[in-house]
């Protein structure tokens, strides 16, 4: 399998969101809509002016396949070591289970080691067992226990 792996592009949003909605959480909480709410291009401006950000999409014969975000944190706690918190981390319905999201988070992982971080960290769905067992294959533990507050409606 021959992967590309590059960062995003205007033109790729529409597609990068139509890969967040492609689930069962996903469509609950994404919307894909043609024009895209204005929402998600700020973000994505934001998401590239920011240096410590990177959106990475996956391409395969040109096609977007697969994607996520990459922030990389500065901490005063473990003697003032960076974090890679990997995000959003999607692999398109007809490319799944073909070692894409594997390569993803290799290179993921690859690229916080040489930004010099010290940890790589990850949240995931407690209602996505799939994802939880295929972190700990990649060799990641449940280390901690995750809180969320949501502050305004979607």
């Known amino acids: 399998m021959s992967l590309r792996f590059r960062l995003a ?18 469509v609950t909480r994404e919307e ?52 890679c918190l990997i995000e959003g981390v999607r692999v398109a319905r007809e490319a799944r289970g ?16 040489a930004r010099k971080c010290a940890i790589v960290q990850l949240t995931s769905d407690k209602q996505r067992p799939e994802a939880l067992r295929f972190y700990e294959l990649m060799g990641f533990s449940s280390t901690h226990e995750g809180f969320k507050l949501r502050l305004d409606p979607l």
Not at 98 to 113: K, L, P
């Open 9 to 26: 592009r205007t033109s790729d949003l529409p597609r990068l969101v139509h890969l967040l909605a492609d689930d069962d959480l996903g």
């Open 98 to 113: 073909e070692g894409v999201g594997r390569e993803i988070m290799t290179r993921a992982i690859s690229r916080a080691r």
């Open 32 to 83: 894909a809509s043609d024009p895209l709410d204005q929402r998600y291009v700020d973000a994505f401006e934001s998401i590239w002016s920011d240096a410590n950000n990177e959106l990475v999409v996956v391409e395969r014969d040109g096609e977007v396949v697969g994607m996520c975000q990459l922030t990389f944190i500065p901490y005063l706690t473990h003697r003032g070591s960076w974090r």
